[in-house]
């Protein structure tokens, strides 16, 4: 393993949840780190961090990020589940090509990739999936769309003198994240939330620490000439009835449980109908509702993180449990 003598660990995304959180999980193995992202230094960055505030799809910025550079962790992205291609091409593939350039044209020994489990999306439930799955060929918004492709150009880029692997962790949270429950709060306090489909659908969560130590097992992996070009679901092997365990965070968070419901086939019509909308009047923000999300809020989508376990020595230290004591006394 490298030593905090021998160079730096690039971190994109630093600004962000994940990258945080990688970061910090870094410094804690004695890593040297240097973060980027497109946002000025938050207030929550470890201030061991060296950061950076730039674009990556330029690559006159990215070029200069390399000074004892050893390795990158390509956190960044825009994610969401609607807005144009083009700025989820410029944000996801555009910026990912120039840092792969860049990183083979400075000598970087390993590069880790941030992707995500709707690469393979297909519409349809998925259950204990593992990295068999092929990649979607029909996705309904642009991430993954875009993820997809850049997966499969890291993937492609890896050689004996840069080793390139991605990583598929599914619906990350605990304390501090900015998405996942606090649109849930968000859209239960504005009446605009109804259980999707049946209620009974099973998903994975991933808690930030353990995918941060995803992060870790797969950069110890590549450094030890280990686990390159190919892709590993991460989670927690734990997955959990979806609306349940939303309803539990809201009852423990003071909420109502949710109760009234509204059949798949009906969300998914009324996503259609407001994509259409959206599209035709060039509306801002995200719509209601979206046929990606009414699929991903009424289907099975939870996956095996086996290979993770096995190739890269990936250990969750988080279980279920443990992460909602901590999310709900952080809150």
């Known amino acids: 393993m490298l030593t905090t003598m021998e160079g730096k660990i690039l971190v994109t995304g630093a600004s962000g949840f994940v990258g945080g959180a990688v970061c910090k999980a870094l410094l804690a193995e004695g890593y040297s780190v240097r973060g980027t992202g497109r946002r000025p230094r938050p207030d929550s960055l470890e201030d061991a961090v060296e950061y950076v505030a730039g674009d990556l799809s330029d690559s006159s910025f990215v070029g200069g990020l390399f000074d004892r550079v050893v390795a990158v962790v390509h956190v960044a992205a825009k994610a969401g589940v609607w807005g144009d291609l083009p700025l989820y091409y410029q944000a996801n593939v555009i910026a990912t090509r120039v840092l792969l350039e ?60 840069m080793r390139t692997l991605a990583l598929r962790p599914h619906l990350i949270w ?115 509702m979206t046929r990606f999300v009414a699929k991903e809020l009424a289907t099975d989508h939870w996956f095996s993180s086996k290979a993770a376990r096995e190739v890269l020595g990936y250990r969750p230290t988080v279980s279920m449990e443990e992460g909602l004591e901590r999310y709900l006394r952080d809150l």
């Open 102 to 161: 860049e990183s083979q044209r400075a000598g970087v020994q390993a590069f880790v990739f941030t992707s995500t489990p709707s690469v393979v999306f297909n519409g349809k439930p998925i259950r204990n999936g593992n990295e068999e799955l092929p990649y979607g060929s029909k996705f309904p918004c642009a991430y993954p769309t875009t993820k997809a492709e850049a997966e499969q150009m890291v993937l492609a880029a890896n050689s004996p003198a």
């Open 174 to 288: 605990g304390p501090g994240d900015p998405h996942l429950f606090p649109r849930v709060f968000e859209r239960v306090d504005a009446g605009k939330l109804k259980i999707v489909g049946d209620g009974e659908n099973r998903v994975d969560l991933t808690y930030i620490d353990n995918v941060a130590e995803g992060h870790l097992a797969a950069l110890r992996s590549l450094l030890q000439g280990e686990g390159g070009g190919r892709a590993y679901f991460l989670t927690q092997d734990e997955p959990v009835p979806l609306w349940p365990f939303i309803n539990r965070v809201l009852k423990a968070t003071g909420r109502k449980p949710l109760q009234k419901r509204v059949p798949l086939p009906v969300a998914y019509g009324a996503g259609a109908v407001c994509e259409g909308i959206w599209k035709t009047l060039r509306l801002g923000g995200e719509p209601p």
